[in-house]
C-alpha cells in the first residue's frame, strides 16, 4: 500500500472557482501534514500545515484533516491562473519516525482564464 | 526573508566520480535534511540531520552517501561514485523545531 497517495491530475478549474486537492495516508501514527506547491522546475514551496482534525484558514486557502479517514484536503478559493502548479501532499511521523517526511506524487492543477 | 541557498545550482559528472552537493540552511535552524526528485516522479526523502548526527535515513541513502556539516553554516551530500540513475534534483530543505521545512532552489545533478 502506497503511503501517501493523491490523485495524479490533471486539476482543471476557471478563474475564480475553488479547486479541491484531496490526499490519504496509510499510517495511522502520522502526526503532521503539509501542502507543498512546485512549479516546473522549482523546488517545494511550504503553503499550508495542519496538526489537528478540522480545518486551518490562512487566505485563500483552506486545509482540512480528518485522521479518522486518514485524509488531508487543501482547498483553494478564488482560483487565480497563478495557483496552476503541482501541489504535494507530505505527511511527517510515517512509520513512527518523527524525522521522516514522505511526499505524495503531488496533483497538477490548471486554472484557465 | 531568510531563505535556504544551494550550490551548484547544476552539477554535470562523470559515472564513478564523487560529486559533493552544498546547502547554506537558514541560519536559526536545527534540523537539516535532503530529498532527491528524479524528473516526472515524486520528492523523495533521503537523510534527516539533527544534533551533528543522521536522525533518520531512507533506503535510497546508501554507503555511496554521506553528509556533513562541516562547520556551522553548511549543510553537505556527498555522492562517493556517482551512478547514472543517481540523476536527479537535489533539495536541501532546513526546519526550525523538526515540523515545517523549507527548502532550497535544488542542485540538478547530471551523471553521464
Known amino acids: 500500500q502506497k503511503e501517501v497517495e493523491q490523485n495524479s491530475g490533471p486539476l482543471s478549474v476557471p478563474e475564480g472557482a475553488i479547486a479541491s486537492l484531496n490526499c490519504t495516508y496509510s499510517d495511522r501514527g502520522s502526526q503532521s501534514f503539509f501542502w507543498y506547491r512546485q512549479y516546473s522546475g522549482k523546488s517545494p514551496e511550504l503553503i499550508m500545515f495542519i496538526y489537528s482534525n478540522g480545518d486551518k484558514e490562512d487566505g485563500r486557502f483552506t486545509a482540512q484533516l480528518n485522521k479518522a479517514s486518514q485524509y488531508v484536503s487543501l482547498l483553494i478559493r478564488d482560483s487565480q491562473p497563478s495557483d496552476s502548479a503541482t501541489y504535494l501532499c507530505?505527511?511527517?511521523?510515517?512509520?513512527?519516525?518523527?524525522?521522516?517526511?514522505?511526499f505524495g506524487p503531488g496533483t497538477s492543477l490548471s486554472v484557465i482564464p | 526573508e531568510p531563505e535556504v541557498t544551494q550550490t551548484p545550482s547544476h552539477q554535470v559528472t562523470q559515472m564513478g566520480q564523487e560529486v559533493i552537493l552544498r546547502c547554506v540552511p537558514i541560519s536559526n535552524h536545527l534540523y537539516f535534511y535532503w530529498y532527491r526528485q528524479i524528473l516526472g516522479q515524486k520528492v523523495e526523502f533521503l537523510v534527516s540531520?539533527?544534533?551533528?548526527?543522521?536522525?533518520?535515513k531512507s533506503e535510497i541513502f546508501d554507503d555511496q552517501f554521506s553528509v556533513e556539516r562541516p562547520d556551522g553554516s553548511n549543510f553537505t551530500l556527498k555522492i562517493r561514485s556517482t551512478k547514472l540513475e543517481d540523476s536527479a534534483m537535489y533539495f536541501c530543505?532546513?526546519?526550525?523545531?523538526?515540523?515545517?521545512?523549507?527548502f532550497g532552489p535544488g542542485t540538478r545533478l547530471t551523471v553521464l
Open positions: 540531520f539533527y544534533n551533528n548526527e543522521i536522525s533518520e
Open positions: 507530505a505527511v511527517f511521523g510515517a512509520k513512527t519516525s518523527y524525522d521522516k517526511v514522505i
Open positions: 530543505a532546513s526546519s526550525a523545531r523538526g515540523n515545517e521545512q523549507f
